[in-house]
């Protein structure tokens, strides 16, 4: 997107716009689409970083868009801090009930994810790094060893003292009968989801494996993420300066727009099967 283009309206930058850039120059959306599955066609080593974006039309919401889960309920973004968690009791029951009742457990990965499982088996996906924490990357088909889970995944429990972990479904089978916020078996600890909560540091193993795939890849696909959450947003740029090509898909602006090869705005699930399918005949 060129630096002199109009502010957005509130609607544009909340809603889904169908625009297209290609090195700074607005373009038709159709043009940028076929020039960047060429792009796609050609590259040996693709990284998809993808955000909460990709997985809305899974039926799950993101957090701070039109219709996110903090957008909505701005008192929800409590449960998701490491400090409020551990304090607070009623924090922790409000987390379990929102754990109990989350869109995610229904949810199935939609073409966008499948578009990057098709990637990985024509052989161009190096990894999938990844913000999300719903597991439908995972549920998709890709390789495991391919997906990083940046924030880590809402389907294991984690014990904060002992660090006993579980699948999920075991701790919330013990809110369906009746506990409201259940202790660690094994110490009596606090129990939390196995997702890295505000205040909580990343893994280092998966913040050197996605700093490895970035500087290795030739393409960076970010998709659904407006590439504002640090660290994460800084592995386009560290692609970049190996030499790779960024291109962001997503429903409106980035706060990385600027800095791409092609900006693609539309619908993801749209658009992603499209980049992979390869260009159209000449």
Avoid at 69 to 75: A, F, N, Y
Avoid at 95 to 106: D, N
Avoid at 132 to 147: E, K, S
Avoid at 231 to 243: S, T
Wanted: charged share 25%.
């Amino acid at each position: 997107m060129a630096a002199g283009d109009p502010p957005l309206s509130t609607e544009e930058r909340e809603g889904i716009e169908h625009r297209a850039w290609l090195h700074g120059a607005e373009v038709e959306p159709a043009l940028a689409i076929a020039e960047v599955a060429e792009w796609v066609a050609e590259a040996r080593a693709v990284v998809a970083l993808t955000g909460a974006g990709i997985s809305t039309d899974s039926g799950i919401p993101d957090f701070r868009g039109k219709n996110g889960l903090w957008t909505r309920d701005p008192g929800a973004e409590k449960v998701s801090t490491i400090s409020h968690y551990l304090g607070s009791p009623e924090v922790r029951r409000r987390a379990w009930q929102i754990r109990l009742g989350s869109p995610a457990w229904a949810a199935a990965p939609n073409p966008g994810h499948l578009a990057l499982v098709a990637l990985e088996r024509q052989g161009r996906l190096d990894a999938v790094i990844t913000q999300n924490t719903d597991g439908l990357h995972r549920i998709a088909g890709h390789d495991p060893a391919r997906v990083i889970e940046m924030h880590g995944s809402m389907r294991g429990v984690m014990c904060v003292d002992c660090d006993e972990r579980a699948d999920m479904q075991r701790a919330l089978d013990r809110v369906r009968a009746g506990e409201d916020d259940p202790p660690c078996r094994t110490c009596g600890g606090i129990l939390k989801s196995t997702t890295v909560l505000f205040g909580e540091g990343l893994d280092p193993d998966d913040v050197d494996a996605a700093q490895a795939a970035a500087e290795r890849c030739d393409l960076v696909l970010a998709v659904g993420t407006t590439l504002g959450v640090y660290p994460v947003a800084y592995l386009p740029r560290v692609a970049q300066r190996a030499g790779a090509r960024l291109v962001i898909v997503n429903g409106g602006p980035t706060e990385q727009d600027e800095a791409a090869e092609a900006v693609l705005r539309g619908s993801i699930s749209e658009i992603l099967p499209a980049l992979v399918a390869g260009p159209p005949p000449a």
